[in-house]
């Protein structure tokens, strides 16, 4: 049971480029989350999803693309990379009834250059 | 635009001491909230979650909240300099999809 992964763990873009970030989990949860934190800040959402194929713009949408074809996968899109995107970027899953609480990935930790 | 206030710290607290960490939120309509440890580098990591006024005890930790006051707070008693991470104050709205609103958390530091 591996909870909630992601890749890659850092990278590092050139500006302009595109890349996707993964998240995959085993726990069967309904709710995905990505989120954003900058050095000394709290969590941003930037995209989250109810379920397969229903996905929805959190507080900082802008750049950024998502997709939900599975339960498992939840993969988030940069395109045309800028340096404001630089930043640590985590998954988490949240199951709507009993134990209540998020679980997060390990992050990855990423930088536009 | 829900904000949740903490005081970034850094917080530091002697071996053994209760460590007291606070949050406010704006947005009354509220439902859950839940504190976050997080070490350098790491991602956050679930220490409490509160749902009601009042008190919740687990272990060396106990969550307050007073909705009235829009006001949550973790006690971590005998502080040890494991305890020494950023601590997040997190809240959601409401139940279903509500993604969670974070503060920018309390560095908390537990001196030997």
């Known amino acids: 049971n591996a909870g909630v992964t992601q890749t890659p763990k850092f990278r590092i873009l050139k500006i302009g480029q595109s890349m996707t970030l993964q998240c995959a989990q085993d726990?069967?949860?309904?709710?995905m989350y990505w989120y954003r934190q900058d050095p000394g800040m709290g969590l941003k959402l930037i995209y989250y999803?109810?379920?397969?194929?229903?996905?929805d713009k959190g507080e900082v949408p802008n750049g950024y693309n998502v997709s939900r074809s599975t339960t498992e996968d939840f993969p988030l899109r940069l395109e045309l990379a800028a340096p404001s995107q630089t930043s640590v970027y985590f998954c988490?899953?949240?199951?709507?009834?009993?134990?209540?609480?998020?679980?997060f990935g390990s992050g990855t930790r990423l930088t536009v250059v | 635009q829900k904000e949740v206030e903490q005081n970034s710290g850094p917080l530091s607290v002697p071996e053994g001491a209760i460590a007291s960490l606070n949050c406010t939120y704006s947005?009354?309509?509220?439902?859950?909230f839940f504190w976050y440890r997080q070490y350098s580098g790491k991602s956050p990591e679930l220490i409490m979650s509160?749902?009601?006024?009042g008190d919740k005890e687990d272990g060396r930790f106990t969550a307050q909240l007073n909705k009235a006051s829009q006001y949550v707070s973790l006690l971590i008693r005998d502080s040890q300099p494991s305890d020494s991470a950023t601590y997040l104050c997190?809240?959601?709205?409401?139940?279903?999809?509500?993604?969670?609103?974070f503060g920018k958390g309390t560095h908390l530091i537990i001196q030997p």
């Open positions: 988490a899953t949240y199951r709507a009834l009993g134990v209540y609480g998020y679980t």
């Open positions: 726990m069967n949860h309904n709710y």
């Open positions: 999803s109810v379920g397969a194929g229903i996905t």
């Open positions: 947005d009354r309509g509220s439902q859950s």
């Open positions: 509160i749902y009601s006024n």
């Open positions: 997190a809240v959601k709205a409401g139940g279903g999809a509500d993604g969670l609103t």
